[in-house]
T-cell receptor, first 115, second 116 residues
Framework: QQQVKQSPQSLIVQKGGISIINCAYENTAFDYFPWYQQFPGKGPALLIAIRPDVSEKKEGRFTISFNKSAKQFSLHIMDSQPGDSATYFCAASSTISGSARQLTFGSGTQLTVLP | GAGVSQSPSNKVTEKGKDVELRCDPISGHTALYWYRQSLGQGLEFLIYFQGNSAPDKSGLPSDRFSAERTGGSVSTLTIQRTQQEDSAVYLC??????????????FGPGTRLTVL
C-alpha cells in the first residue's frame, strides 16, 4: 500500500520559473514531513522539513506548504536554477517504536531546469 | 567519519550467488536504516537497527535477505541466492537518537547491485 503519493513523476521548468511538487498521505500517524533531494549517483539529502502544526515553512528559495485537513503537502522552488535539476522525494515520518522513526517515501519527481 | 559510507559502490554478481553489502554509519548515530531503490522508483524500507538490535524487519522482501549490526556501528546486508529482481541500489542511512519527534536520516551513496 503506497502511503505517500507524489506527483508529477517528472517536471521540466525554465530557469527562473517556479517548480511545484505535490504529495498526499493517508496515515494520520505521520507527524513529520521532510523533502529529500537526490543527485545522480548520490544518496538522498535532506532539503527542508515541516511539522503539521505549521502551514508553511520557507528556507531560501524552497517553501513547503502543508494542508493538514486535506493531508497534502507541496514543495515550491522559486527562481528555479539548472543546479536544482535532481530527483525530489517527499517523505512522511512516524514512530516505529519508542523514539525510533520510520520514513515512508513518495515515488520521486525528476526535475529538469532548462538554462 | 564525515558521512555515511557504503561498500562496494558497485557489485555485479551472477544469479544464485550470495552478496554482502556494508554500511559504515556516522560516528555516534544509534539508528541505522537500509532501503532499496529500484530504477526510477522511490525508496523501499528494508530494515531498521537501534543499536545492535533490529526491532523492525518488516520490510525485508524475503528470507533470502538478512542484516546484522555489530558494535552499534557497522552493518552488513546479506542477500543469499541472488535473483535478477534483486538488482537495485541499496541505500543505508543513519541518524541520532531522535528527539522532539524529528529524525534527520543521513544517507550514504548507495551500492548498485546488478544480478546477471
Amino acid at each position: 500500500q503506497q502511503q505517500v503519493k507524489q506527483s508529477p513523476q517528472s517536471l521540466i521548468v525554465q530557469k527562473g520559473g517556479i517548480s511545484i511538487i505535490n504529495c498526499a498521505y493517508e496515515n494520520t500517524a505521520f507527524d513529520y514531513f521532510p523533502w529529500y533531494q537526490q543527485f545522480p549517483g548520490k544518496g538522498p539529502a535532506l532539503l527542508i522539513a515541516i511539522r503539521p502544526d505549521v502551514s508553511e515553512k520557507k528556507e531560501g528559495r524552497f517553501t513547503i506548504s502543508f494542508n493538514k485537513s486535506a493531508k497534502q503537502f507541496s514543495l515550491h522552488i522559486m527562481d528555479s536554477q539548472p543546479g536544482d535539476s535532481a530527483t525530489y522525494f517527499c517523505a512522511a515520518s512516524s514512530t516505529i517504536s519508542g523514539s525510533a522513526r520510520q520514513l515512508t517515501f513518495g515515488s520521486g519527481t525528476q526535475l529538469t531546469v532548462l538554462p | 567519519g564525515a558521512g555515511v559510507s557504503q561498500s562496494p559502490s558497485n557489485k555485479v554478481t551472477e544469479k544464485g550467488k550470495d552478496v554482502e553489502l556494508r554500511c559504515d554509519p556516522i560516528s555516534g548515530h544509534t539508528a541505522l536504516y537500509w532501503y532499496r531503490q529500484s530504477l526510477g522508483q522511490g525508496l523501499e524500507f528494508l530494515i531498521y537497527f537501534q543499536g545492535n538490535s533490529a526491532p523492525d524487519k518488516s520490510g525485508l522482501p524475503s528470507d533470502r535477505f538478512s542484516a546484522e549490526r555489530t558494535g552499534g556501528s557497522v552493518s552488513t546486508l546479506t542477500i543469499q541466492r541472488t535473483q535478477q529482481e534483486d538488482s537495485a541500489v541499496y541505500l543505508c542511512a543513519s541518524s541520532f537518537q531522535p528527539s522532539g519527534g524529528t529524525d534527520t536520516q543521513y544517507f550514504g551513496p548507495g551500492t548498485r547491485l546488478t544480478v546477471l
